[in-house]
């Protein structure tokens, strides 16, 4: 299967503003890594998440890929182009095959519009529609898609009008109206009810089967990911630490870091005798990185390597990869 999605050492450092006083005392800039090295490929109707604490760069990389962030450097290929190298008027072709789900339903949608007016801006920027009827028409298929039935019960609705749950389906009608190939899906059941999440993720899921939508799923929570993925890519700091299959949440992760957020995962029922090794610290300043591997001041087994090299990412097995040092001991 082809890649449909490729990236390929992606970096995204921000340039910190300080005030007038720090200006004139030290020259040196001040440089956030948000994204400092990230390598992955998603093929077509796959599903890779993007898991980690919050600040380990998982939303930045869902922006960079789409081009609403500007990477520092590396490469976005789709479909074999060059993203980063596109002009405004390419990548505005791009965008009708590649789509983004935020996080927060009651931010990104319009108070002020209405539900036909929300889910349709994309066909009007795009000037796809040829008149009132088609656009209607368009918007009914796409709420009925995103599970919003009868679709005209909902149309001349407002945002206010609408659960959390009704507003994240129209969120996501507005984002499968133009039919894409890829879809970012920025942590999309987050401020959702736990009863409310399912029905969001099979609703995902199922258009991964129907449409053959490939999705790049970025999440905190690994149960979710284990339900939804064909992959997953663990972050910490701007990097990638850990990448394979669901299995990793089985327990067949290689990464202290992988093995510390599985600790402390809810289960379905209690277990005797579990082990909770929560992480200890809080995760570093990520304009201060620490030298060598940059977990290793968290890290229960660090060694003196961790602390002057930093470990590349490696294969363990096939499609398994990790970046520890204690991979490489006999």
């Known amino acids: 299967m082809d890649k449909l999605l490729d990236v390929q050492d992606l970096k995204v450092h921000f340039n910190i503003k300080r005030g007038f006083i720090e200006d004139i005392f030290s020259k040196d800039q001040v440089v956030v890594k948000a994204v400092d090295g990230v390598s992955f490929s998603i093929k077509k109707g796959e599903i890779l998440s993007l898991a980690g604490e919050s600040g380990s ?50 931010q990104s949608l319009n108070p002020k519009q209405s539900v036909i007016d929300i889910v349709s ?22 709420l009925e898609l995103a599970g919003l039935k009868p679709a005209g019960e909902y149309l001349y609705r407002y945002p206010h009008e609408l659960s959390g749950g009704e507003r994240q389906r129209v969120a996501i009608a507005g984002s499968i109206i133009l039919n894409p190939g890829f ?4 942590e999309p059941v987050s401020m959702l009810d736990v009863s409310i999440r399912i029905g969001i993720i099979n609703l995902l899921m199922e258009l991964r089967n129907k449409k053959d939508i490939s999705f790049l799923f970025i999440t905190h929570d690994l149960s979710l990911a284990w339900l939804i993925s064909d992959r997953i890519a663990i972050m910490y700091l701007g990097k990638i630490v850990e990448m ?11 990464h202290p870091y992988t093995k510390a957020l599985i600790d402390v995962m809810p289960l379905a029922k209690a277990v005797k005798n579990r082990t909770k090794n929560a992480l200890k610290g809080e995760t570093p300043n990520p304009v201060k990185i620490p030298s ?8 229960p087994h660090c060694m003196d390597i961790c602390r002057v090299e930093e470990p590349l990412l490696a294969n363990i097995s096939e499609g398994h990869l990790a970046a520890c040092h204690l991979n490489k001991l006999p």
């Open 57 to 106: 760069g998982k939303t930045t990389v869902g922006k960079a890929v789409l081009n609403l962030v500007k990477p520092t450097s590396g490469k976005v290929l789709f479909n074999n182009e060059d993203i980063s190298a596109k002009s405004e008027k390419e990548l505005k072709i791009f965008r009708q095959n590649a789509q983004m789900i935020f996080q927060d339903p009651y």
């Open 121 to 142: 801006e994309p066909l009007s920027i795009h000037n796809i529609t040829k008149s009132e009827k088609d656009k209607k028409e368009r918007v009914e298929v796409a």
């Open 183 to 186: 879809i970012v899906a920025d």
């Open 244 to 254: 394979g299959g669901p299995e990793l949440i089985e327990g067949k992760c290689k």
């Open 292 to 299: 060598g591997c940059r977990f290793h001041p968290r890290c």
